[in-house]
């Protein structure tokens, strides 16, 4: 990946935590970065772009409270009662993991999980170790951050060989 633009793509509910990472990544990386703020959006862009690693907050409100205009609140709201009736399931980040590995077209993509709940992040964070990926928890390091998207720009990793 030395010498290209390495598109991240951020998934969190949460405006504040997608723009700093963004920025942050954007200015001292020079990622160009994306944004999503429920799962739905995540995989529209998914869909039209390709990206070098996703960092996803593990629990969204993606079905509770969604930041962005009205009809992208909207939208997402329906897209999220749309998944659950198909699926079955609340849509969250865990589920929107899952479903990137199970998936051949988004299995290789390098993923940081992110979250705020200690109990959920020790649940989940084996699974996420399992597949080569990383899990930060919340407030999280932004230069530890750095130094992963550094380390994926000129191994292709997100660890260190």
């Excluded at 703020?37 to 529209?44: D, F, H, I, K, V």
């Excluded at 907050?57 to 509770?64: A, E, F, N, P, Y």
């Excluded at 051949?104 to 993923?111: A, L, T």
């Amino acid at each position: 990946m030395k010498n290209v633009t390495t598109k991240v793509l951020i998934v969190d509910d949460a405006q504040s935590q997608r723009t700093l990472c963004s920025l942050f990544l954007s200015a001292r990386c020079g990622c160009q970065c994306l944004e999503a703020s429920c799962t739905r959006e995540a995989l529209r862009i998914l869909k039209t772009s390709q990206v070098d690693l996703i960092i996803s907050d593990i629990v969204r409100g993606d079905s509770q409270t969604i930041s962005g205009s009205f009809f992208s609140k909207l939208r997402c709201f329906f897209d999220n009662w749309l998944y659950t009736l198909r699926f079955g399931a609340m849509d969250d980040g865990i589920t929107f993991y899952r479903y990137l590995k199970s998936c051949k077209k988004y299995r290789s993509i390098p993923v940081i999980i992110i979250s705020g709940n200690a109990d959920t992040f020790s649940d989940f964070c084996q699974e996420v170790l399992g597949f080569g990926d990383c899990a930060m928890t919340k407030p999280f390091d932004i230069f530890c951050l750095k130094k992963i998207v550094e380390t994926l720009q000129t191994t292709g990793k997100l660890h260190e060989p």
